[in-house]
């Protein structure tokens, strides 16, 4: 039932509370199957009862995540039992099933965070501030799978760029390194790669320390605890990566002057947002992620005049990619000086 007005009467809005509900639960049965081992076995036809001997879940409640994947779409179900779809096992398996766990848990728990700070009367816009560890590293693996979109389809679109990455004197910088997860990813994909990180944050700067020592990389990353609007590097990288939903937009205009100037003539920044325009619920809640996030609704096209303002040229917003939420946003510094 829709009122006059046009706007939906009770009857409606439960249904879509409803509807809210069964995507809630459809995102838990996911989540479930991939920590729980499910998908693991389903790379080939499995029954539920297979599936149960093999992990030790209740046939039951095997039977009923595989309902909930079957009707999304993620598998097929037959009399020989149930079977994955193929992009399903492409991301759900090898280091792909380690990234996607860590984007399902970083999701459910900043909504859990933000429901509890409700309930908890803790309510305050202080941008991003998370303590969990666990939380933290789960966001860390989720900006590390920037690494391979940006090395096989951004890269080689800037000029120049691809090529300083592999010269023994190649530089990066990495604003806001969290747990250092992008930075090592980086330095895996280009070997003669050094990096510095700077992050202010106690927290995952101590994780960043332990990650980049457990991955052997501490001769290549230098870690710092900075924040970007006080840093004094001149001439040095080769590209930077500036996460400015992170960021106020004041605090982005300062730093993005200060990352002008630690870039060597010629190099690159790499800008990510959030927020975007539109009424549908994608728009919706990315610019309630990038509030909650600190950079309030700072759209693509003001972080691309923001680092316009800041003197980078060849300034250009770029398409949103498939199943990607944030924007990326890029800008060199000029050639010539």
Known sequence: MVNLDGAPGPQEVRQRILELNTSVWAFAALSFALEAGVLDEASKPSTAGQIS????????????????????????????????????VTISSGRAKKLLAADLRSTRLQTADLVERATHGTIALDGWSYPDPKLLEAQGLHSAQMVVPWVELLFPHLEGLPERLREPTARFLDVGSGVGRLSIEICRRFPNLRVVGIEPFEIPFTLARRNVAEAGLGD???????????????????LAWVPVLFMAADVAARGLHRVRTALRPGGWALLGSLAVEGAEIQPAVLRLVS??????????????????AAGFENVLALPAMPGVAGRTIVGRRPVDE
């Open 53 to 88: 001997q093999r992990t030790g879940i209740p046939e039951d409640l095997v039977n009923g995540v595989l309902d909930v994947l079957v009707a999304l779409g993620f598998g097929t179900a037959d009399e020989h039992g149930f079977v994955a779809s193929p992009g399903l």
């Open 220 to 238: 290549r990353i230098e870690l710092r605890p900075e924040r970007v609007q006080d840093l004094t590097d001149e001439r040095c990288y080769d």
């Open 291 to 308: 509030l909650l996030y600190g950079s309030g609704r700072l759209l693509p096209e003001h972080a691309a005049a923001i680092l316009t």
